[in-house]
């Protein structure tokens, strides 16, 4: 991929969310919002900026058609102006999934729907959209219905414009995922777990696993929420921590899942990925039960090792397809 594209893409959302950012007096990435929306639409949408903006921002904007970009190039110039305004954001769940993840859960996501030509697929935390449209951007062989919801007007906002962008149609809901969803139910999940507690305790009482006492744990209610909204038989592929079955709340998830879903794999992902290897995840898929759907022979378990480590990802994709063979029949 040529990184000029990629280049040139920031370089026009930077320069024009800086000149946006000075004049309207918000945020950079609320200006990379407004900009972004001026891109998708070729238009200035900005009623209360000054001619001599306006000129300069149209100037700027007549240098570039989106359309010689591919959705790769747009998606990667868009998301390092993110990670540039994130710089300054305090807000811990601000964090991006590393593209190589993205690029990995994609993997995983058509091969266990290799036969499927089309589906829908639900993100239940979809922060800037950055996890989402990288898998979709790498499942172009299928026809895919996506939702993607987040109780983060900003993020939601930002993850919508990208979307436009890339030209990727994705159904976003401005809300917090553990109350009602009114979607249909879905073929395949995949979430980066917001890990922590979920402040609403009353909104968490009609969760099974609601803490007895105190906030309960907003990535438990997550995984049970997604179970919820998934087809008998469909896949659920989360980046969880990796002591999630450590906590005192452990046991009451182990017996939930138990009930509702079969495990087909753990695959941690390397320490070397983390700053701080108590922040270390790992990749948890689920099948949800049905009639029809057996357990695996056995579970998936692997430590991946690092990501561009060409020889030793050949060697693991070689261990999941000798898996999908025995398991998958």
């Given at each position: 991929?040529?990184?000029?594209?990629?280049?040139i893409?920031?370089?026009?959302?930077?320069?024009?969310?800086?000149?946006?950012?000075?004049?309207?007096?918000?945020?950079?990435?609320?200006?990379?919002?407004?900009?972004?929306?001026?891109?998708?639409?070729?238009?200035?949408?900005?009623?209360?900026?000054?001619?001599?903006?306006t000129?300069?921002?149209?100037?700027?904007?007549?240098?570039?058609?989106?359309n010689?970009?591919?959705?790769?190039?747009?998606?990667?110039?868009?998301?390092?102006?993110?990670?540039?305004?994130?710089?300054?954001?305090?807000?811990?769940?601000?964090?991006?999934?590393?593209?190589?993840?993205?690029?990995?859960?994609?993997?995983?996501?058509?091969k266990f729907?290799?036969?499927?030509?089309?589906?829908?697929?639900?993100?239940?935390?979809?922060?800037?959209?950055?996890?989402?449209?990288?898998?979709?951007?790498h499942?172009?062989?299928?026809?895919?219905?996506?939702?993607?919801?987040?109780?983060?007007?900003l993020?939601i906002?930002?993850?919508?414009?990208?979307?436009?962008?890339?030209?990727?149609?994705?159904?976003?809901?401005?809300?917090d995922?553990?109350?009602?969803?009114?979607?249909?139910?879905?073929d395949?999940?995949?979430?980066?777990?917001?890990?922590?507690?979920?402040?609403n305790?009353?909104?968490?009482?009609?969760?099974?696993?609601?803490?007895?006492?105190?906030?309960?744990?907003a990535?438990?209610?997550?995984?049970?929420?997604s179970?919820?909204?998934?087809?008998?038989?469909?896949?659920?592929f989360?980046?969880?921590?990796?002591?999630?079955?450590?906590?005192?709340?452990?046991?009451?998830?182990?017996?939930?899942?138990?009930?509702?879903?079969?495990i087909?794999g753990?695959?941690?992902?390397p320490?070397?990925?983390?700053?701080?290897?108590?922040a270390?995840?790992?990749?948890?898929?689920?099948?949800?039960?049905?009639?029809?759907?057996?357990a695996?022979?056995?579970?998936?378990?692997?430590?991946?090792?690092?990501?561009?480590?060409?020889?030793?990802?050949?060697?693991?994709?070689?261990?999941?397809?000798?898996?999908?063979a025995?398991?998958?029949n």
């Amino acid at each position: 991929m040529k990184l000029e594209g990629i280049e040139i893409i920031f370089n026009v959302l930077n320069e024009t969310a800086e000149i946006l950012q000075a004049e309207l007096s918000c945020s950079y990435l609320e200006a990379l919002a407004e900009t972004g929306e001026n891109l998708f639409h070729e238009d200035i949408l900005q009623e209360e900026l000054s001619e001599l903006t306006t000129k300069r921002l149209k100037k700027i904007y007549s240098e570039i058609a989106l359309n010689q970009f591919t959705n790769e190039q747009i998606r990667k110039g868009y998301q390092l102006a993110i990670l540039k305004g994130m710089k300054d954001s305090v807000q811990p769940n601000h964090q991006m999934t590393p593209d190589s993840i993205g690029l990995f859960l994609g993997y995983l996501v058509n091969k266990f729907y290799e036969n499927s030509k089309s589906l829908s697929l639900f993100d239940p935390a979809v922060g800037t959209g950055n996890l989402l449209t990288t898998i979709l951007n790498h499942l172009t062989s299928k026809e895919i219905h996506s939702i993607g919801v987040d109780v983060d007007d900003l993020l939601i906002k930002l993850a919508y414009i990208g979307a436009n962008l890339q030209r990727q149609p994705i159904q976003f809901f401005h809300q917090d995922s553990l109350q009602p969803l009114f979607i249909d139910p879905v073929d395949a999940v995949v979430c980066d777990l917001p890990v922590g507690y979920y402040p609403n305790d009353e909104g968490a009482q009609k969760y099974q696993l609601k803490a007895e006492d105190g906030h309960s744990y907003a990535h438990h209610l997550f995984i049970e929420q997604s179970i919820h909204h998934i087809k008998p038989g469909g896949y659920l592929f989360f980046l969880i921590p990796n002591n999630l079955f450590e906590s005192t709340e452990a046991p009451k998830l182990h017996v939930y899942l138990q009930e509702h879903v079969h495990i087909q794999g753990i695959l941690q992902l390397p320490l070397s990925m983390f700053k701080n290897q108590q922040a270390a995840k790992s990749i948890f898929i689920l099948q949800k039960k049905s009639e029809n759907v057996k357990a695996p022979k056995q579970v998936l378990f692997a430590s991946l090792p690092t990501l561009s480590n060409q020889q030793s990802m050949g060697s693991i994709l070689q261990k999941i397809d000798k898996w999908f063979a025995e398991n998958k029949n």
